[in-house]
């Protein structure tokens, strides 16, 4: 069965101070690996997608890596408003819905002044 | 805003009353999703459309629930003599507008559904 396990489930840190989030998953076949930030209230708002083992992308204090079993979201100099959950999703290639989405938990990220 | 629409916005019903959710997807993509997210945890997989068709329903989707896509534009989502269990943030996702965005899901704010 596809799983997507996120570490730590809550991570709390003071402004400046550079952190990874991690995502590990299990699936039949990776089409692709997203990441998405949500705010409280709100629908998840899209960051990344990484499709093979070794890419990265960046944007602002973020940046994501992926691996044959894992992602990691590395916060560079987080800064108060970078607090939110961060939501890792993979999708399948392979006896999968088209499209569909699995994703973990979340890390609650709070940055702190 | 990422395009994706959703109304209403929240939702307080009692138990088992009725209620439906509207979804107007990216520029009316072909490909529609349905999500269900409880407090604390991810977006879990509800149901998909592509043009009007519903082509897979997750088994989270009881008997009370019930989608359609006419014409393959916005979406509805019902839930019939809703329960307490049904509590959760509804969302609506859809690929992007551009062809590089076609494997990439965005989705809308969501519909909060109390059920008191």
């Known amino acids: 069965e596809d799983q997507v396990t996120q570490s730590p489930e809550a991570l709390r840190l003071q402004e400046g101070e550079s952190s990874s989030l991690n995502c590990s998953y299990t699936?039949?076949?990776?089409?692709?690996l997203f990441w998405y930030r949500q705010d409280p209230g709100k629908g998840p708002e899209f960051l990344f997608t990484l499709y093979s083992a070794g890419e990265e992308k960046e944007k602002e204090r973020l940046k994501a890596t992926l691996t044959k079993k894992e992602s990691f979201l590395h916060i560079t100099a987080p800064k108060p408003e970078d607090s939110a959950t961060y939501l890792c999703?993979?999708?399948?290639?392979?006896?999968?819905?088209?499209?569909?989405?699995?994703f973990g938990r979340g890390t609650q990220l709070t940055v702190w002044p | 805003d990422t395009g994706v629409s959703q109304d209403p916005r929240h939702k307080i019903t009692k138990r088992g009353q009725n209620v439906t959710f509207r979804c107007d997807p990216i520029s009316e993509h072909n490909r529609l999703y349905w999500y269900r997210q409880t407090l604390g945890q991810g977006p879990e997989f509800l149901t998909y459309f592509q043009n009007e068709a519903q082509l897979e329903k997750s088994r989270l989707l009881s008997d009370r629930f019930s989608a359609e896509r006419p014409k393959g534009s916005f979406s509805t989502l019902e839930i019939q003599r809703t329960e307490q269990g049904d509590s959760a943030m509804y969302l609506c996702?859809?690929?992007?507008?551009?062809?590089?965005?076609?494997?990439?899901?965005?989705f809308g704010p969501g519909t909060r559904l109390t059920v008191l």
């Open positions: 999703a993979v999708q399948a290639d392979r006896g999968s819905t088209l499209g569909r989405l699995y």
């Open positions: 996702a859809s690929p992007g507008g551009a062809p590089s965005k076609y494997n990439e899901q965005f």
């Open positions: 699936v039949s076949g990776l089409r692709g």
